[in-house]
């Protein structure tokens, strides 16, 4: 793993990769859903314990089978976005332990979060996650189960632990929406509660759908998505999930031909492929989003970049351009940015 530019300081550049009306529209899809397993807690047991009928489940993830006689009970999630998958589908109450979190939790998961200890601010030790207890670790990015840190997926099944990594990292291919429905499913099937899952991603596939109707017909507009760096840009490329919320929203990503989910692009490529909206990705540890558009307006070089001309920008969190819940809710905050007229 190469650092990141001096700029801003090294926060998983390769482990990388809303808004009022929207949070209470979650809110009501997650409660849909089985959000606010504190009050209904006795249902959801009750509709878990019937559901435990349709095991075993096997699934097979990154290359890893495992079957599951039962619903896990005791789940540690590293990195937000499982958390937050996880709490949407009513599963707080099967959750021991979190960690890593990119950014603000979600509102209407804020107090259910809260309830979850958290490991650490960080990927937690081996023995740190082992202290909880778990029969279940869900990771978010691959450093979740970093061999090197000795957090491998054999040391966890050697402790008699199961374990599962998002689906974004289990390969090298193209990164869709249709990964986050099918995470969003496979949790489904593992915890019992396909039909959670199943309305989950009814609602999100809604939006999305909404979203994209309303820019439909309009010109592609060039993006550049900046996650960070001075030196050199480290952008989305074109197997970042990134790549498809951009065209959804009525954009086009500006490095969709850059075989990788993240790489390093020149200023001078920038300029030449003349931006008309750049994206800021916003998470902790990579410099504030003030700080991103200082320096991005200070570059003699960027001044004829439409995009800072116009000082067109579009902000979103880290975990909205990740597999999980929020990727739905970034079409919405990238169409209203590329495509304001539409929205007006």
């Given at each position: 793993m190469h650092d990141r530019p001096p700029l801003f300081p090294p926060a998983r550049r390769h482990y990388a990769r809303r808004a009022t009306a929207a949070a209470a529209a979650l809110c009501a899809a997650l409660l849909t859903a089985g959000c606010g397993s504190s009050q209904d807690t006795t249902e959801d047991a009750k509709a878990t314990a019937a559901s435990s009928t349709g095991f075993p489940v096997t699934v097979d993830n990154c290359g890893v089978k495992t079957t599951y006689d039962k619903p896990p009970s005791r789940v540690v999630t590293i990195h937000q976005h499982p958390a937050e998958l996880m709490l949407a589908l009513g599963l707080g109450d099967h959750m021991v332990g979190t960690a890593f979190p990119d950014s603000a939790v979600l509102p209407e998961l804020k107090k259910d979060y809260e309830e979850i200890p958290e490991l650490a601010e960080k990927e937690p030790s081996f023995e740190t996650v082992l202290d909880a207890e778990p029969d279940l670790v869900y990771g978010g990015y691959g450093s979740a189960f970093a061999e090197n840190e000795?957090?491998?997926?054999?040391?966890?099944?050697?402790?008699?632990?199961?374990?599962?990594?998002?689906?974004?990292?289990?390969?090298?291919?193209?990164?869709?929406?249709?990964?986050?429905?099918?995470?969003?499913?496979?949790?489904?099937?593992?915890?019992?509660?396909?039909?959670?899952?199943?309305?989950?991603?009814?609602?999100?596939?809604?939006?999305?759908?909404?979203?994209?109707?309303?820019?439909?017909?309009?010109?592609?507009?060039?993006?550049?998505?900046?996650?960070?760096?001075?030196?050199?840009?480290?952008?989305?490329?074109?197997?970042?999930?990134?790549?498809?919320?951009?065209?959804?929203?009525?954009?086009?990503?500006?490095?969709?031909?850059?075989?990788?989910?993240?790489?390093?692009?020149?200023?001078?490529?920038?300029?030449?492929?003349?931006?008309?909206?750049?994206?800021?990705?916003?998470?902790?540890?990579?410099?504030?989003?003030?700080?991103?558009?200082?320096?991005?307006?200070?570059?003699?070089?960027?001044?004829?970049?439409?995009?800072?001309?116009?000082?067109?920008?579009?902000?979103?969190?880290?975990?909205?351009?990740?597999?999980?819940?929020?990727?739905?809710?970034?079409v919405e905050d990238l169409a209203r940015g590329i495509h304001p007229e539409s929205f007006a």
């Amino acid at each position: 793993m190469h650092d990141r530019p001096p700029l801003f300081p090294p926060a998983r550049r390769h482990y990388a990769r809303r808004a009022t009306a929207a949070a209470a529209a979650l809110c009501a899809a997650l409660l849909t859903a089985g959000c606010g397993s504190s009050q209904d807690t006795t249902e959801d047991a009750k509709a878990t314990a019937a559901s435990s009928t349709g095991f075993p489940v096997t699934v097979d993830n990154c290359g890893v089978k495992t079957t599951y006689d039962k619903p896990p009970s005791r789940v540690v999630t590293i990195h937000q976005h499982p958390a937050e998958l996880m709490l949407a589908l009513g599963l707080g109450d099967h959750m021991v332990g979190t960690a890593f979190p990119d950014s603000a939790v979600l509102p209407e998961l804020k107090k259910d979060y809260e309830e979850i200890p958290e490991l650490a601010e960080k990927e937690p030790s081996f023995e740190t996650v082992l202290d909880a207890e778990p029969d279940l670790v869900y990771g978010g990015y691959g450093s979740a189960f970093a061999e090197n840190e000795g957090r491998s997926r054999k040391a966890f099944a050697d402790a008699g632990i199961d374990t599962h990594l998002n689906r974004e990292y289990c390969g090298k291919k193209r990164v869709t929406m249709k990964d986050t429905y099918d995470e969003i499913r496979t949790i489904g099937r593992i915890f019992g509660v396909p039909d959670r899952a199943d309305k989950l991603v009814a609602d999100l596939t809604g939006r999305v759908g909404k979203a994209a109707a309303k820019v439909e017909g309009e010109p592609a507009v060039p993006v550049f998505v900046y996650d960070s760096g001075d030196k050199s840009a480290f952008t989305a490329g074109g197997k970042s999930l990134g790549t498809e919320l951009i065209r959804l929203a009525g954009g086009k990503n500006v490095f969709a031909d850059l075989d990788d989910v993240f790489g390093d692009v020149s200023w001078e490529q920038v300029v030449e492929r003349k931006p008309e909206v750049i994206a800021i990705y916003d998470y902790a540890g990579a410099g504030s989003v003030a700080q991103k558009k200082k320096f991005l307006l200070s570059q003699p070089a960027l001044e004829d970049v439409p995009a800072i001309r116009n000082k067109r920008f579009v902000v979103l969190p880290l975990t909205a351009t990740l597999v999980g819940i929020r990727s739905a809710y970034a079409v919405e905050d990238l169409a209203r940015g590329i495509h304001p007229e539409s929205f007006a």
